[in-house]
């Protein structure tokens, strides 16, 4: 776990943003602002997938220099609040995760809540999306939006067979192209909307892409393939060319309206 004095919730990654495309990593850091010591949690915690995505940090700034990319991180623990949540989601700031009590957040106040949602949550999702926003100006078009994610291996005793994951919602531009990528590789075990449902009401993609009518996809990567460097390398070096073959796709930068199935937007 990392602390820092003077705390910044988000690190934003220049890249040409003329190639319309953007990386987003919500839960790439694992740090706590100093005021919060460690949550009340024993240290060994933050090195595991309850305090951020393994890997994914990695794979993020290894896809931003193959492809001179703009990418948008937050830097700070999920356990202090979920960046890939609505402000309303029960899960946005966890009591118990995984079979770990986070003392630090039970009890929690209306205005903790409000203090965590203004100095970390809001300013790493501003930050995006001045970002989403300057891409679109620099290409008069729509900007693709590319998220990160890891998931463990196993999750409450059971295992997860996927290598690979493309979780989406209504938009499948994207995601119909990644999938055939992905899949022809036989050695791949591929998921689709596993083991998560891209259909999260208020998460990231949500705010910033369907609510807007662009294009996206969000993979999940299994956390043992990319806890190294070497297998951090090898998987942003496996999807940079199939995400710049997709992002040279017309249709990436169109406005187009799914909506979610998650209600209307």
Do not use: C
């Amino acid at each position: 776990m990392t602390r820092d004095t003077l705390f910044s919730p988000f690190e934003v990654i220049d890249g040409d943003r003329s190639k319309g495309l953007v990386l987003v990593a919500d839960h790439a850091g694992r740090a706590l602002p100093d005021e919060y010591g460690s949550l009340g949690l024993p240290e060994a915690e933050f090195e595991r997938h309850i305090a951020y995505d393994i890997g994914v940090e990695q794979v993020t700034r290894a896809i931003a220099r193959l492809l001179d990319a703009p990418a948008v991180m937050a830097r700070f623990s999920r356990l202090l609040i979920d960046a890939n949540r609505g402000e309303d989601d029960p899960t946005l700031i966890r009591q118990l995760y995984d079979g770990t009590v986070i003392a630090a957040n039970y009890p929690m106040s209306p205005e903790e809540r409000e203090r965590r949602l203004d100095h970390y949550y809001r300013p790493y999702h501003d930050a995006l999306g001045s970002m989403v926003a300057s891409v679109a100006e620099e290409t008069r078009a729509a900007p693709f939006l590319f998220s990160i994610h890891s998931f463990t291996p196993a999750m409450q005793g059971r295992a997860r067979p996927w290598h690979v994951s493309i979780l989406w919602d209504s938009d499948d531009r994207a995601v119909r192209p990644l999938l055939e990528a992905l899949r022809a590789d036989p050695a791949l075990v591929v998921g689709d909307n596993e083991p998560y449902d891209g259909a999260l009401r208020g998460d990231t993609m949500f705010r910033h892409a369907i609510t807007s009518g662009y294009a996206h996809a969000l993979i999940e990567i299994r956390q043992d393939l990319i806890a190294t460097p070497e297998g951090a390398a090898g998987w942003a070096a496996r999807l940079a060319p199939m995400l710049e073959a997709v992002n040279a796709m017309p249709q990436m930068h169109a406005i187009e309206r799914y909506g979610s199935r998650t209600g209307p937007v």
